[in-house]
């Protein structure tokens, strides 16, 4: 049991880190206010991309050639 909130310590502490650098990456460093609007900016990016499913057109390899 603590092998795993120990995994799961490290891993929410990477997506932290993670967030963060790519935060800093993309927009730079002005302000604190303008840091935390950059991560949420991010973080509902990135929900908008984990939220959605996946579309896929429909699979057309098993028809006849015409």
Not at 34 to 48: H, R
Request: proline fraction near 8%; hydrophobic fraction near 45%.
């Amino acid at each position: 049991m603590i092998t795993l909130l120990r995994k799961l310590f490290w891993f929410a502490l990477f997506v932290i880190f993670t967030l963060g650098f790519v935060t800093l990456w993309d927009h730079g460093f002005d302000s604190g206010k303008q840091f935390t609007t950059d991560a949420k900016s991010e973080f509902s990016d990135l929900m908008a991309m984990v939220g959605h499913p996946i579309k896929r057109p429909p699979d057309k390899s098993d028809e006849p050639p015409q």
